[in-house]
């Protein structure tokens, strides 16, 4: 927590020389956050008064996002990660410990004020977890003993800053190096447009086949050419770095070691579609790599890279803010990212229009991955022929994937498209895999039996989460996990997401407990098709697939538990009857559920 000032001078020093203005709100309130450890109700009322807004307006972007508070967090707030490959490094003995060590409640603040420990989605560190964030900073590689030393710190009071740096260091782990990871040459993208011209760039991302990185798979030069045709008065180019799918990491990474790359592909976006203003959306999670990009946006203006009369083009101005993310992972849709860099809740947007057309402060926008960025900048140095020269048809280039899991060697690896999963498994050193779920919660899970498919865009798509799964583990505990995850996820917006995932996590819970019936597993399957036919965004659509594929795949790890054929209740009504009879001094045999009088 950030310390000194009151709400007013805050915010004051927030709005700066250039003003107030609403679509900064977010920021506002996550600097509030930071200084505070919550947004104090005076500083709601004025926001509220500055901004021309209600107050229950602030106080529902406030809400909305799990890293901003109404009420006080502790002067440490420690938020664990739930992820499932967190669990299965043991961070839940270790969330247990420190809760014990600190004698805190889960999710309450000591009565001191202290501390917090809570826990929050993943975190991005699952090569290197078992993770927490402690005010926003990652603490990876956490053990009984780093859990200790945590204890004694947070006891003593002891600053962040004092804290051992190596607690703070997070490896990159590159495994594997391909097209994009092996470049060395100096960025020379920009040259290129300059001598080119904008249509020849368009051409060459074309003839590349470059598909959107984050998952979907949109072609990129569609994308740029539908912005650049869209008539407006300001274009924007946005670059997502929100990478909130549990199991993936490998923005972190480039955004730590290829931060150059991604912003010469966001200028290069720029000179294309003519825009002026560009922002790098930067999950909450990733609080520890906004100074460093801040540096390597300061250090490209120096160089003429990034400001006015880019490498001295009069008239070609291009800039990039930061903008933080607060912990939402329906925001790496990208319209749900545009309502939340307008400073608002992030709900997605009926489509169409489509960014392109209508996207921030409804203007032309581009939005891509941190890594279609920093390919559309290599093809545009180094062409369509030699992007094209990896992988395959549909799937050109190469795709990283974040691996972790049950493996010897979780990190990074730079594929061509068109890898199997099994030679993956190799490479990673997984043995005894028994499935690999690809793409995080929203992707597929892979049986053994499907060890050859492939990683490409018509076979297993993915943004870059690949989590292995050996025969020791119960991969229920993996849907359950899931299942969870998507609850607290949803935006809340439409009925079949917001109600259906809450039916079918109760489902997945009435199974694990043991007492569900065949009857249930028909309730899981009719509820899943209804929340991914009918839901509004794709996180609705997405979120019944972990459920839906164990079911065709894996009957057995929901067979063994079953209880019968027949409903069968999700509780034990006669022990929760308990109390109201030893009230009414009850203890007869007819007080008893089940007993007929
Ligand atoms: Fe929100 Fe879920 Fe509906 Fe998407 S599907 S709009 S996340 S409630």
């Known amino acids: 927590m950030e310390s000194g000032g009151t709400v007013h001078s805050v915010i004051d020093g927030l709005a700066g020389s250039e003003g107030i203005r609403r679509d900064r709100l977010l920021q506002y309130l996550y600097a509030l956050q930071g200084h505070f450890s919550h947004v ?10 500055d901004l021309e807004l209600p107050a229950s307006h602030i106080r529902g972007v406030i809400a909305f996002y799990s890293f901003l508070h109404e009420m006080p967090r502790g002067d440490f707030d420690i938020l664990f990660s739930d992820s499932i490959t967190d669990h299965m490094q043991g961070s839940r003995e270790l969330h247990r410990q420190l809760c014990e060590r600190l004698g805190v409640a889960s999710g309450q603040p000591r009565p001191d004020g202290r501390v917090t420990v809570d826990l929050t989605s993943c975190t991005g560190m699952c090569d290197q977890g078992p993770a927490l964030l402690v005010n926003g900073l990652a603490v990876a590689r956490l053990d009984a003993a780093r859990i200790d030393t945590i204890a004694g710190l947070v006891e003593a009071g002891t600053a962040l800053a004092d804290w051992p740096p190596e607690f703070f260091a997070v490896e990159d782990n590159i495994r594997r190096r391909d097209l994009l990871l092996d470049d060395s040459s100096e960025g020379n993208a920009l040259q290129a447009l300059q001598v080119r011209g904008a249509e020849a760039i368009l051409e060459s991302l074309e003839r590349s086949g470059l598909r959107g990185r984050g998952g979907a798979g949109f072609p990129t030069a569609t994308k740029w050419r539908l912005c650049r045709e869209s008539d407006a008065d300001a274009h924007y ?39 002026r203003q560009g922002y790098i959306y930067l999950r909450a999670e990733y609080r520890h790599l906004r100074e460093p990009l801040e540096a390597v946006l300061q250090r490209r203006r120096e160089a003429g890279l990034l400001g006015r009369a880019i490498l001295g083009s009069d008239g070609f101005d291009f800039d990039i803010e930061i903008h933080m993310g607060a912990g939402a992972y329906v925001c ?14 992030g709900i997605p947007r009926k489509r169409p229009p489509f960014p392109v057309n209508r996207g921030f402060h409804n203007r032309p926008t581009v939005v891509n991955n941190v890594e279609t960025f920093m390919a559309a900048a290599l093809i545009a140095q180094h062409g369509a022929d030699w992007f094209r020269g990896a992988g395959t048809g549909p799937s050109s280039g190469t795709k990283l994937l974040s691996i972790s899991g049950d493996c010897e060697r979780p990190g990074i690896y730079e594929y061509p498209y068109g890898v199997s999963i099994r030679e993956i498994l190799a490479d990673c050193g997984a043995r005894d895999a028994q499935a690999v779920q690809v793409a995080g919660a929203a992707g597929a899970t ?30 229920l505990d993996m849907v359950l996990n899931f299942s969870r995850f998507f609850v607290h996820e949803s935006c809340g917006f439409c009925t079949p997401c917001r109600v259906g995932g809450v039916l079918l996590r109760d489902l997945v819970e009435k199974v694990h407990a043991g007492h569900a019936s065949d009857y249930d597993l028909e309730e899981m399957r009719s509820i899943g098709s209804l929340i991914r036919t009918s839901s509004h965004c794709g996180l609705g659509t997405t979120a019944p697939n972990p459920v839906l594929d164990t079911l065709d795949k894996f009957p057995e790890i929901y067979r063994r538990r079953l209880t019968g054929n027949g409903f069968e209740p999700a509780f034990d009504l006669d022990a929760a009857l308990s109390d109201a009879r030893r009230i009414a001094g009850r203890d007869d045999e007819t007080a008893h559920a089940g007993v007929e009088s």
């Open 40 to 49: 104090p109700p005076e500083a709601i009322d004025r926001l509220a008064s």
């Open 332 to 345: 790496g849709e990208e319209s749900s990212l545009i309502e939340s860099l307008e400073g608002k809740r």
């Open 446 to 475: 892979v049986a053994a039996s499907e060890f050859d498919r492939a990683i490409a865009f018509d076979d297993l798509p993915t943004g870059g989460s690949f989590m292995v799964f050996d025969k020791s583990r119960d991969l």
């Open 237 to 275: 180019v946005v670059c997502n770095a929100d990478e909130g799918e549990p199991g993936t990491f490998k923005d972190r990474v480039l955004l730590n070691s290829h931060a150059d790359r991604m912003v010469e592909g966001m200028t290069l976006c720029a000179g294309v579609i003519d825009a």
